[in-house]
């Protein structure tokens, strides 16, 4: 059985829509999030941190969002929603997963709190970032072209969040309009 721990509003919103997605049953263990400097973490939360999202399945621990897409997707390799070893797609799908989380997140956290302003060299590398995700979405519906991945999910939930630090681009407005899915619905009534 599948255990996801869950702090409403948090990154694991995002593995609620893709467990929405797959049609996994889960348990939803909701925690209380840490402060940012740590501090009170909830003790029932097995993430070492204490942040959310984080996956027990089967007595192991997967935290960090991406691993968990991946690990979630790879567990139902059948599911559209991953790209399974050894097909074509697969490499731009993990690129993606983790372009996501190592490169974009952080770039847009650091928008968000002004830190660009001071760092030309990183300033830089978020407008060149942009501008290969505009390019890659003006080419196809999807980060993959034609095919919906849990990448997407990360990608429109971080988007969705910090669209107003985004600038005006119709490409990332149509592409949050694909966002409205009957999973991201039902995530969406369970993120509380």
């Known amino acids: 059985m599948l255990k996801l721990y869950h702090a409403p509003g948090s990154n694991s919103a995002r593995i609620l829509w893709l467990l929405e997605e797959l049609g996994m049953e889960r348990e939803v263990v909701v925690v209380k999030y840490p402060r940012n400097d740590g501090s009170e973490a909830d003790p029932r939360n097995p993430h070492p941190h204490g ?105 429109m939930s971080l988007f969705d969040t910090a669209r107003p630090l985004l600038g005006g681009c119709p490409v990332i407005d149509a592409y949050l309009a694909r966002a409205d899915r009957p999973a991201r619905r039902r995530a969406l009534a369970l993120d509380r």
């Not at 089967?58 to 969002?65: C, I, K, P, Q, R």
């Not at 003006?138 to 990608?155: C, E, H, K, N, V």
């Open 51 to 155: 942040f959310t999202p984080a996956l027990e399945h089967d007595g192991h621990l997967v935290s960090e969002t991406a691993a968990i897409a991946l690990y979630l997707t790879d567990l139902h390799p059948e599911a559209e929603v991953g790209v399974p070893a050894g097909h074509a797609l697969r490499g731009a799908y993990l690129t993606w997963l983790f372009y996501q989380v190592g490169l974009t997140e952080p770039l847009v956290y650091m928008e968000e709190k002004g830190l660009l302003v001071q760092d030309p060299a990183m300033r830089g590398l978020s407008q060149s970032m942009m501008q290969r995700i505009r390019h890659t979405l003006s080419r196809g519906p999807y980060l993959l072209g034609q095919r919906f991945t849990a990448a997407d999910i990360l990608f």
